[in-house]
């Protein structure tokens, strides 16, 4: 049981243009959302985050926005960068518990 | 370097053997986390440490899977008779604080078991 989805495996953009990654979740006792960025050979980093009571925090050039009623999640890049070439992974917190519940990743590439 | 460090970085055995992966977290952090991940699924959680407590372990855990954090600092994950579905790349994660913190992970150990 897939609880955080992110249903495109893939996504290409033209450098200086918006990457936008999404994520869907399952569980409404999720009660904070994390997007990790992991370039090959080494551990994911931390890119942003938002708590469930919040809609959309911004931090450079990364926005998140949370959608609780539609249980969708979304990372926008702008402008993209090459260096933002990556698999992309979102993550969720079940407020009843420790765990930390990770999608499967969206491999982004950005065209120069 | 202060981050994350895990040993060993590769370890490929033989089905039956165990083996004993190390991760030092980064040293003020209490929050230590353990993950398997394998090709085309993200980070799964195995067992989560605050100081030397084991306060959380996957119920997909199989009992063969054991960790520790002894007084609080490095963590070992060993793991009894493995078998080829263990092989996966195993990642220790950091974390500061009580309160939701963003994850300092480490580059993971790659488990092969043939």
């Known amino acids: 049981d897939q609880q955080v989805k992110q249903n495109s495996p893939s996504l290409s953009v033209q450098e200086g243009r918006i990457s936008i990654l999404n994520c869907d979740y399952t569980?409404?006792?999720?009660?904070?959302f994390l997007w990790y960025k992991k370039y090959p050979a080494e551990g994911p980093t931390f890119l942003i985050s938002?708590?469930?009571?919040?809609d959309k925090n911004e931090d450079g050039r990364f926005t998140v926005f949370l959608n609780k009623s539609a249980k969708h999640l979304s990372l926008h890049i702008v402008p993209s960068q090459p260096g933002d070439s990556a698999v992309y992974f979102c993550?969720?917190?079940?407020?009843?518990?420790?765990?930390?519940?990770f999608g499967t990743g969206t491999r982004l590439k950005v065209l120069a | 370097d202060t981050g994350v460090s895990q040993d060993p970085r590769h370890k490929i055995t033989k089905r039956g053997q165990n083996v004993t992966f190390r991760c030092d977290p980064i040293?003020?952090?209490?929050?230590l986390y353990w993950y398997r991940q394998t090709l085309g699924q993200g980070p799964e959680f195995l067992t989560y440490?605050?100081?030397?407590?084991?306060?959380?372990k996957s119920r997909l855990l199989s009992d063969r899977f054991s960790a520790e954090r002894p007084k609080g600092s490095f963590s070992t994950l060993e793991i009894q008779r493995t078998e080829q579905g263990d092989s996966a790349m195993y990642l220790c994660?950091?974390?500061?604080?009580?309160?939701?913190?963003?994850?300092?992970f480490g580059p993971g150990t790659r488990l092969t078991v043939l």
């Open positions: 569980n409404s006792m999720f009660d904070y």
């Open positions: 993550a969720a917190k079940d407020s009843g518990t420790y765990k930390y519940i």
């Open positions: 938002i708590s469930s009571i919040k």
């Open positions: 440490f605050q100081n030397e407590a084991q306060l959380e």
């Open positions: 040293s003020e952090h209490n929050r």
């Open positions: 994660a950091s974390a500061p604080g009580q309160t939701n913190n963003e994850q300092f």
